[in-house]
């Protein structure tokens, strides 16, 4: 607002010229004091002071005001004008873009009209010393339209405040903005990976305008994509497409606060540089006697192809570029046989944009070993192959590492065990061998090569990487282990061992002095184990348990000094020998043993004069109840017998024999004293 004569600035003024200036219609532009014709710039309003009610007659006074908003009180409003009785009017033609509806606000005093192209929208045209106010939606179509007001202060306080605004929900607005115009844009190849188009455009003229958004297609299809957007005071923006040799329209589309877009600007072609290198071709390499042959997929884009080669022996030495070609493939014949060459190949397309493949490393070779695998079992590694062609083989070689990859030059070959050979139903000579050596849970990588007749190597085999099931820790020495004599043996007993893959324990009666000797074996889940039958004698016994797991791993069977290696006890059995022993006089002796179905045996052996001389022979039994002998034959046996079986012997004790020899006259003589051991019922 330019005011002619200074007046007071109320807070109902100040929000005019907030709610003015969101509208967008402050100017910079000075009012206009002298007589001297007066242009206004748009949006900023054409002022004119009357000093008569009905506005004819030169005006006395033409200035810019860039808002309606006043509040003269009783004053005059400028300079020669009288404080009633007087007339302004403004008038401002200006672009409203698109149209669409809008809000007129009128308030103030005395009278007051606002009039759209000559059409009068609103109409206080009274004489009050009162406020009055008025709104009125309208709608107004697109391009350039004029607003004027006329205001007249009849008596009384002055004070006049009009605005336009739009209506920006999204219910009442349903106008798309204008297209921008003026759009340019230009490429700007920047670097490879910095090239960019910049876009400029010039501005809209819609009241509402929220901002602008930028899409891209790529020429030949019909599919935009939104690629930038721009707020509605900035006029530039930049995207980047790819840099692939395409070309690419570009248009601008503005949009307003009702959420409305408006239709694509005029479209703006660019065509980018190809930066961009082909996809990475997939190398491989087969080697044969005569040269390391390449063969590599074709990416798209690409056009030509350079093949370099690195000697392994000089990895410090940089790629030599052996050949360009077209094809997909390439025979080095120039590779010296034997030695180890590094490949990679290069795609280039038609901007020779390049791109490496991954290396791959050939040696010029015979044919190596044909369909080799590896298989574990629980013995060991089983490889099995595919006998070359050509029948000039006359070896193979199988090289065992715990590092990839397998070093052959290092390394020596494994002894390959019980080869096989074999012809499958195709015709083909089928080869199998075992390595037995390779330790439990260990991983291991294999390699095979073989031998020609001209005595040349091949290169390996495709690498096997295996690992046998299992380890070669055995499980650890069992705890509490107990012997309790018995009658008839030992009890041993003992906690069960914690190892997960816990197969038997094996029993081992132990002898500083010599071999021990094995006695049994007891399955996983079992504790406990019986020595006998065992004579109860007195002596003294030492017994040794061992764990043994699936994969046979134990610790070994003492045969020197014990160590904390196994577990062992000592124990002394039971004395139940008789405690009264007749002198052996007898002219036979007796050999006891334990016969089937927990009977007591012996084995008597006399000479021959017994059988003309002795009228037959007893058998004594000791009973340790009433400490005697009590004689178990009901009937001397003849004096030619060689053995006998107790039927009544008690079951699970030792038990003591002896014999008398019966002479002609009744008397008797006495054999050593045996003892035979009668296992428990159920054992």
């Known amino acids: 607002m330019n005011p002619a004569r200074r007046t007071t600035v109320t807070a109902t003024t100040a929000t005019a010229l907030v709610l003015a200036t969101t509208g967008a219609l402050l100017s910079t532009t000075a009012p206009t004091a002298s007589a001297a014709p007066v242009t206004c710039a748009s949006p900023v309003y054409t002022r004119q002071f009357f ?191 790819p840099p692939t040799g395409q070309s690419y329209f570009y248009e601008i589309r503005a949009y307003d606060k009702a959420g409305n877009e408006s239709a694509g600007s005029v479209d703006q072609g660019i065509t980018t540089y190809d930066w961009i290198a082909p996809a990475p071709a997939v190398l491989t390499a087969t080697a044969v006697e005569a040269s390391n042959n390449l063969t590599w997929t074709a990416p798209a884009d690409a056009v030509r192809y350079r093949v370099y080669r690195k000697a392994e022996s000089e990895p410090d030495t940089s790629y030599t570029r052996i050949a360009e ?31 490496s493949s991954n290396v791959v490393r050939s040696t010029r070779s015979i044919l190596p070993p044909q369909d ?16 070359a062609p050509g029948g000039d083989t006359t070896a193979y070689n199988v090289y065992r590492s715990t590092t990839s990859p397998v070093d052959t030059t290092d390394e020596e070959p494994i002894t390959c065990s019980a080869r096989k050979t074999r012809t499958d139903a195709a015709g083909d000579k089928i080869r199998t061998c075992v390595d037995y050596k390779g330790d439990r849970g260990t991983t291991y990588h294999y390699v095979m090569v073989r031998k020609n007749t001209a005595g040349r190597w091949s290169t390996g085999s495709a690498e096997m990487t295996v690992t046998r099931p299992g380890d070669e820790v055995p499980p650890p020495p069992v705890t509490n282990l107990t012997a309790a004599p018995l009658e008839y043996g030992f009890k041993l007993d003992w906690d069960d061992s914690p190892a997960a893959d816990l197969k038997e324990y094996t029993v081992w ?65 039971l004395d139940l020998r008789p405690t009264t022993v007749p002198e052996d006089t007898a002219p ?5 043993y334990t016969a089937l179905g927990h009977e007591g045996g012996m084995y008597i052996d006399c000479p021959d004069s017994v059988a003309t001389k002795a009228v037959g022979i007893n058998v004594y039994r000791w009973d340790r109840a009433t400490s005697t002998y009590v004689r178990v034959t009901d009937v001397p046996l003849r004096p030619t017998v060689t053995s006998y079986t107790d039927r009544t012997v008690p079951h699970g004790t030792t038990v003591y024999y002896l014999l008398s020899v019966v002479a002609a006259d009744g008397s008797e003589t006495f054999s050593n004293v045996g003892s035979s051991v009668s296992m428990p019922n159920g054992t």
């Open 509 to 573: 009666e132990y002898f500083s002095c010599c071999t021990p000797d094995f006695l049994g074996t007891v399955p996983a889940g079992t504790s406990e184990f019986v020595v006998g039958p065992e004579a109860a004698n007195g002596g003294s016994h030492t017994y040794v348990v061992i764990p043994s797991d699936i994969y046979y791993n134990h610790a070994d069977v003492p045969d020197g000094p014990l160590d904390n290696s196994v577990s062992a006890v000592t124990a002394t059995e």
């Open 588 to 592: 036979c002796s007796l050999t006891t």
């Open 372 to 387: 080799v695998t590896a298989t574990v079992t629980d013995d060991g590694v089983v490889f099995t192959w595919t006998e």
């Open 51 to 241: 000093a008569n009610t009905n506005f004819s007659g030169t005006p006395r006074k033409t200035d810019c005001d860039a808002a309606i908003a006043e509040n003269w009180g009783a004053n005059a409003p400028a300079t020669g004008l009288p404080r009633d009785n007087f007339g302004v009017r403004w008038s401002v033609t200006r672009d409203f873009g698109s149209g669409g509806p809008f809000a007129l606000t009128a308030s103030g005093t005395d009278g007051i009209r606002v009039y759209l192209d000559n059409s009068r929208e609103i109409n206080l045209w009274s004489d009050t010393t009162g406020s009055h106010s008025r709104t009125v939606n309208v709608t107004i179509p697109r391009g350039k339209h004029t607003l004027r007001v006329d205001y007249v202060n009849r008596t009384g306080a002055a004070k006049v405040k009009v605005g336009y605004s739009p209506r920006i929900s999204a219910s009442a607005d349903k106008v798309k903005p204008l297209a921008p115009t003026n759009v340019v844009g230009i490429y700007v190849p920047d670097g490879r990976d910095n090239s960019y188009t910049d876009l400029a455009w010039s501005a809209n003229k819609e009241m509402d305008l929220a901002g602008y958004r930028v899409y891209r297609r790529l020429q030949g299809t019909g599919t935009w994509t939104k690629v930038a957007t721009a707020p509605a005071t900035k006029l530039t923006a930049w995207d980047q497409p």
């Open 325 to 355: 070609t077209t094809a997909r493939n390439y025979a080095d014949t120039e590779a010296e046989y034997g030695a180890a060459y590094d490949y990679e190949v290069d795609a280039l397309d038609a901007a020779r944009n390049a791109r």
